[in-house]
């Protein structure tokens, strides 16, 4: 059987290689090139960018995101077995794809880069939230990467792009929204994976935003979020006490009702929170 890019299919790549999914790598893959395509093309225009694709397994993301024009690809891969498909692949596309064994929650792959630089990568879930934590919480923004286009269980995908109100909305909606344009851009059932998970997923998309949409000081905004919604059914007068000691002031002067609760409160107000405490003497 013929695939878009002459290189067999997946199907027949795993038999060759042996590569039966493990659990403990979260491993469930994409096998359908028309759909590993169409997840390139949701990152946005490759040609010109460099691309660090995280958990490329048997390569059928990585071989959507060169067919679809792709600079480079610099793959992070933790499970070696991967390595003999993948380089097969790099055979196919000639100085296009580099391959790094190791931990993607370790590696530093900026070294090897030049911007404009996206992400792509379909992770296990754990490892995609921890990843995108960080990439959302650099000391300096604009961040190294333009853009991040990622997989998630749905439920998780649903929260980051959150908004005030309901029981999604929480510190990943804010920490993502504050400096990013997030959307989820598709949605997949169990069966597009092999093996299929329990849960559906969503592809979210996000677009560094060149400055905060409202300016705040990062370390302090994190705090007032971790501590607003950590106790989110409270009272901010009760669930922020512990930082400051006129805090009902502080949130009148933001502009926020003391007894209103963290999931009611937009980013601009946080934002504006963040700006008085960081203000206010102790
Ligand atoms: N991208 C492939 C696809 O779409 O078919 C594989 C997706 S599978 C859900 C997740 C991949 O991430 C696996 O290949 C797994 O070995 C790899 N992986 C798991 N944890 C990782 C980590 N910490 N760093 C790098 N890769 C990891």
Redesign the pocket.
């Known amino acids: 059987m013929s695939t878009i890019d002459g290189l067999p299919p997946l199907r027949e790549v795993i038999a060759r290689h042996d590569l039966r999914a ?1 659990k403990q ?6 096998l359908d090139l028309n759909l ?1 395509a169409k997840i390139a093309r949701a990152a946005g225009d490759l040609r010109g960018c460099d691309v660090i ?6 390569g ?2 990585t071989r959507g995101l060169l067919a679809e024009g792709a600079r480079r690809v610099l793959a ?4 070696e077995r ?1 390595l003999p498909a993948l380089a097969e692949i790099a055979e196919a596309y000639p100085e296009r794809l580099q391959v790094i064994l ?4 370790e590696v530093d792959p900026l070294a090897h880069l030049t911007p404009p630089i996206r992400i792509v ?4 879930y754990n ?1 995609g939230t921890e990843l995108l934590i960080r990439w959302l919480t650099p000391s300096q923004w604009p961040p190294f990467w333009q853009s991040l286009t990622l997989m998630f269980q749905k439920e998780v995908a649903e929260r980051i792009v959150a908004k005030p109100g309901g029981k999604a909305y929480g510190r990943l909606a804010v920490l993502a929204q504050w400096r990013s344009d997030a959307r989820i851009v598709m949605t997949l059932p169990p069966e597009a994976f092999v093996p299929a998970p329990k849960i559906h997923s969503a592809v979210v998309h996000l677009t560094a935003l060149p400055e905060p949409r409202f300016p705040a000081d990062p370390a302090v905004l994190n705090r007032v979020v971790a501590a607003g919604f950590n106790q989110r059914r409270k009272m901010l007068r009760a669930s922020l006490k512990g930082l400051h000691p006129q805090i009902e002031e502080l949130l009148l002067a933001a502009g926020i009702q003391p007894t209103a609760r963290a999931e009611e409160i937009g980013l601009e107000h946080f934002c504006a929170l963040a700006q008085q405490l960081a203000a206010a003497p102790r």
């Open positions: 493990k790598l979260g491993q469930n893959f994409l590993t694709e995280v958990g490329p397994g048997p059928g993301l992070i891969e933790k499970d991967a190791g931990d993607a929650l990568a379909n992770l296990p490892v």
